[in-house]
């Protein structure tokens, strides 16, 4: 019989990938506020709102999952610096309530935490640097880490590089698809040179996060890409594969605009963990790329 997955966030871009990777091994369940993009076998949608810590504890009960996957957050941090109160409350009270209920119930559980959780003045970190977060959104993030770490109990705290990907079921939150759109109507687009990153393709986290459900490994782990690179540059890379006009992503320091919330300078992360204990391949950009399409096939 196939194990339980409790999935959080279920119409969320990387909840998307992690469905499509557990087909099979895994029966998931999605906890969703919203409705099921798809209907297909081994995946049971439960829409309710997941906020309502009764409704949800009534949701565990009945599964009674093996491991839960919590991806739910609000991942924009503009929004999050604009409304902390929402933001406290989607990113850490929620994550904190979940990690006691698993620990309560000896329930192995993957939180998905940031790269941004460094304060970028060094890059290439590894699981073993101190967090040191410069806005709200990687703030909730860090308040979360400690409350999961100090629940103890089987857990998992996945530091996710930025991702990059198109959605692999429903819409997603990819700035991949935001860019191409904006590329195929001729608009330019631009991006800072000077925020270092180590992307990870969303095929690859979704199945490197599924991998972890069944894993035994406990703590901190860091999941990026094997390539360390600015987004201007990314974005030219990408549109590159993509066959799109390079010529209209135009590089601009964003530093300025109004409402933007601070972002670190270079969170760049080191993967050796994940390589030592994952099966999952790590990816550079351009071998995450080829997934993405491959996976996206017929809907680009
Ligand atoms: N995308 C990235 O580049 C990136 C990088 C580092 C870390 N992460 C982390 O990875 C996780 C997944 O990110 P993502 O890009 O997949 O984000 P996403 O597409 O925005 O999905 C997040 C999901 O969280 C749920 N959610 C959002 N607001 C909520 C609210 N007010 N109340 C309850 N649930 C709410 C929604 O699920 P339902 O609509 O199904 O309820 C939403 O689809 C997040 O924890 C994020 O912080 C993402």
Redesign the pocket.
């Known amino acids: 019989m196939a194990k339980r997955l409790l999935l959080?966030?279920?119409?969320?871009?990387?909840?998307?990938s992690i469905i499509h990777a557990a087909a099979g091994p895994w029966e998931v369940h999605?906890?969703?506020?919203?409705v099921a993009p798809v209907e297909r076998e081994g995946l049971v949608w439960h829409s309710f709102?997941?906020?309502d810590m009764d409704a949800f504890h009534g949701v565990f009960h009945d599964i009674e999952p093996a491991a839960v996957i919590?991806?739910?957050?609000?991942?924009?941090i503009d929004l999050c610096e604009a409304n902390r109160e929402?933001a406290t409350?989607?990113?850490y009270t929620?994550a904190h309530d979940l990690a006691e209920l698993c620990w309560d119930h000896d329930t192995r559980f993957i939180f998905?935490?940031?790269?941004?959780v460094f304060d970028g003045e060094r890059g290439m970190y590894t699981e073993k640097d101190k967090p040191r977060p410069i806005n709200f959104?990687a703030d909730t993030?860090v308040r979360a880490e400690k409350a999961i770490q100090e629940f103890g109990g089987n857990h998992v705290i996945a530091?996710?590089?930025?991702?990059m990907g198109l959605p692999v079921l429903g819409e997603?939150?990819s700035?991949v698809s935001r860019m191409a759109s904006a590329l195929r109507e001729g608009k330019q687009v631009t991006t800072p040179e000077n925020e270092v990153r180590t992307p990870v393709d969303v095929i690859t986290l979704g199945r490197a996060l599924t991998e972890l459900a069944g894993h035994e490994y406990r703590g901190i782990v860091h999941l990026s890409g094997n390539d360390r690179l600015n987004r201007y540059e990314m974005m030219r890379r990408i549109a590159k594969r993509l066959e799109l006009p390079q010529e209209l992503i135009i590089a601009q320091d964003p530093s300025g605009i109004p409402g933007r919330a601070p972002r670190p300078r270079d969170v760049s992360l080191d993967n050796s963990k994940a390589k030592e204990i994952l099966k999952t391949p790590m990816a550079g950009l351009e071998d995450g790329l080829e997934l993405v399409l491959a996976a996206a096939k017929g809907r680009v």
């Not at 959080?8 to 998307?16: D, K, L, P």
């Not at 998905?112 to 941004?116: A, G, H, M, N, Q």
């Open positions: 959080t966030g279920a119409n969320g871009f990387v909840a998307g999605a906890a969703s506020r919203g709102d997941p906020m919590h991806t739910a957050a609000i991942a924009d929402l409350r989607v990113n929620y998905l935490s940031t790269d941004t959104y993030k530091r996710v590089a930025l991702v997603g939150n700035f």
